[in-house]
């Protein structure tokens, strides 16, 4: 089963300017490796210093052994030195036909959300995020959402990713789906938030 790996980190800001090309060094190792399918970075529209690394591996075990390989990859040296905090690190065994995000328009805007559910309120949950989804689907902008799901230390750990036109547009989808009664049942079921940001592509090269 195809794996989705999800790295969210901090780079150090004096390792920004190197960040590019230490990327693209590892990126190409990577990509040599065993089981892997594609990567792209996104950065945050907030904190030029917040990136995500969203990977796609052929298996679960490949992409853990990626993962510990990386540690002492020489061509990974310089990229793992920037960083200055893995704020999340986490394989999702991907369900359905899920969207690699790997052609995007630019302007387009990526909303990560990633939350722990109360387990007591697993069913509830389960029954709301399609309600939830289908009033974001109906938004101005919308292009396509990826959703995961995988087992948690304090419960099951969900993952949403939606593809806006615009930044706006994800700020006024947000405004208008908070409004709703399905987001206020949908948010009364998660026991924490574990990572929110919104971000865009970030390029293979400068340019």
Known sequence: MTVLELVAYTIKSEALGEFRAHREKMRRALSQWDGFLSGITFQSLDNANAFVDYYLW?????????????????????FLD??????VFKHFEIEGDQPSFTKTDEGDVFEFGMSVVDP?????????????????SR????K?????????????LCLDVLRWQSADAANEAMENINKTEQC????????????FDHMRLFPEKDG
Do not use: H
Not at 120 to 136: C, G, N, Q
Not at 189 to 194: E, G, Q
């Open 82 to 87: 920037c960083i200055s905090e893995v704020v």
């Open 144 to 156: 396509e959402v990826a959703s995961f799901e995988a087992e948690g230390d304090e419960g099951p």
């Open 58 to 78: 052929n298996s679960m075990e490949q992409a853990r052994k990626a993962a510990e390989r990386i540690e002492s990859a020489p061509e990974a040296r310089g």
């Open 120 to 136: 007591d309120k697993w069913e509830t949950y389960r029954s709301i995020r399609p309600e939830v989804l289908a009033l974001a």
């Open 184 to 195: 206020g049942v949908f948010m009364s079921t998660f026991k924490n938030t574990v990572y």
């Open 139 to 142: 938004e101005k902008g919308f």
